[in-house]
């Protein structure tokens, strides 16, 4: 069998501000899928925003186009030759939430102001069996 991808949503997730999110960073060691984040952040604003040397691949197209269009996650997907089957996604931008749900990704939308990771873990717990 199969394990699904969790997609991670990079900025106001999994990277603040003030670094890694280390709950969140140990919620999903926990879990022994392929994990990979996402982001719009160009070269720059990865440098900027800290998301260098991360325990997990990046994913970006620089913003061209951008998590809100829908091309963003076909184009993510045909790269690491996954389906929307093999992935599961948590994010904060809403607009992005839909944007992958358009295409058929099992999203969860991650309030960013709540922090709630044990809701991501319970997401994943429910989403992530086998297929």
Do not use: C
Not at 11 to 29: Q, S
Not at 47 to 56: A, D, R, S, T, V
Not at 57 to 77: C, G, H, V
Not at 93 to 106: D, L, P, T
């Amino acid at each position: 069998m199969t394990q699904k991808t969790i997609l991670v949503d990079a900025w106001n997730t999994f990277v603040t501000p003030a670094g890694i999110n280390k709950e969140m960073f140990e919620m999903l060691e926990k879990f022994p899928n392929q994990k990979i984040i996402l982001t719009n952040a160009n070269p720059e604003q990865q440098e900027q925003f800290g998301m260098k040397n991360l325990p997990y691949p990046l994913f970006t197209l620089n913003k061209n186009p951008s998590k809100i269009d829908p091309s963003y996650y076909q184009r993510m997907i045909e790269h690491f030759s996954l389906s929307v089957q093999e992935v599961v996604y948590f994010e904060h931008n809403e607009k992005a939430v839909a944007s992958a749900q358009s295409v058929g990704i099992k999203t969860y939308h991650y309030d960013k102001e709540a922090k709630d990771v044990q809701a991501v873990k319970r997401f994943l717990e429910e989403n992530l069996k086998n297929f």
